[in-house]
Every structure is written in C-alpha cells, then in structure tokens.
C-alpha cells in the first residue's frame, strides 16, 4: 500500500513548520543585515534654525553666539567664515562610505564686520572631498603620459653628438 503525503498530515505539517522555520530564518537574516547600516557625521551641526537667527547686518559676534567656532576663517575680501559638515551612510558593515550630504555655509562680513551675504553649498554645488585623506603624496616629478613620448623622440634635450 501506498502512501501520500497528500493523506499522511504529521509529514504535510513537518514540511509547512520546515518552510516556516527558514522563511523565517530568512527575514531575521535580513533585519540584522539592514540593522547593520551606520551614519557618520564629519564637521559641524547646524542647529535647527540657527541660519534664520543671522539677518543681512548681525555682527561678526552675533554670528559667533549663534553659529559657534567656524570650521575655518578666509580674510581675502573682507572676512569669511565656513562651517564645513559631511554626513555619510554604511549599508552595511564593512562595505565603504557613501556621502549623504556635503555642506559649506559661508557667512560674508563686510569691513565693519557685519553680516554681508550668507551661502549655504551643498553637494550639487561642487565636488566630493574628503576630510582626512589617508594618503601621502610623494615627492618629486609627476610622469605624465606625453614625457617618456618626447624622451623616446629626444626632444627637448640637448644632442651629445
């Protein structure tokens, strides 16, 4: 006599509790490896509503009580002070950094140190950069593609005839 599993219900319930238990498996897996993603924030917070405490011609002290230390100070024209941040996300542990979000808030005094225009940059205004390199530049001559061309030709060096 033949039986199905069709008509045997302890192995048609073993088999359902056996997909059960891996899709299950399944979903636990993938919340840990969602769980896993990390934000890195780099340089300076901007207070929530701290820019629209700034009006066109606060002082340079009013400026700082609000706004706190910049990042860095430029005295081309007048005095500029940035406020530099960078925020990245790691899906996943051990996978590199991908930037979020870039910001340069520049704050443009005038001679008399008062508040002259206010920018904030993003990362659709320029380019990606990175705060800590981990590179070392080496010294002396960089080699460009057209050097060893005029080297093989012996051009531009004196003839030792």
Do not use: H
């Amino acid at each position: 006599m033949i039986k199905s599993s069709l008509t045997n219900p302890a192995r048609n319930f073993a088999a359902r509790w056996r997909g059960l238990r891996t899709t299950a498996a399944v979903v636990l897996l993938c919340a840990v490896v969602a769980g896993c993603g990390e934000q890195f924030q780099k340089g300076y917070i901007l207070p929530p509503g701290a820019l629209e405490q700034i009006p066109i011609g606060a002082s340079q002290d009013q400026v700082l009580i609000v706004m706190g230390t910049p990042s860095t100070v430029a005295t081309l024209n007048g005095e500029v002070f940035y406020y530099i941040s960078q925020r990245s996300q790691r899906p996943i542990a051990f996978m590199n950094d991908r930037i979020v979000d870039q910001r340069v808030i520049a704050i443009y005094f005038d001679k008399n140190r008062q508040v002259r225009r206010l920018a904030n940059y993003g990362l659709k205004d320029g380019m990606i950069f990175d705060f800590i390199s981990r590179t070392t530049p080496t010294s002396g001559q960089e080699i460009n593609y057209v050097a060893p061309l005029f080297k093989a030709l012996n051009i531009g060096q004196g003839s030792n005839n």
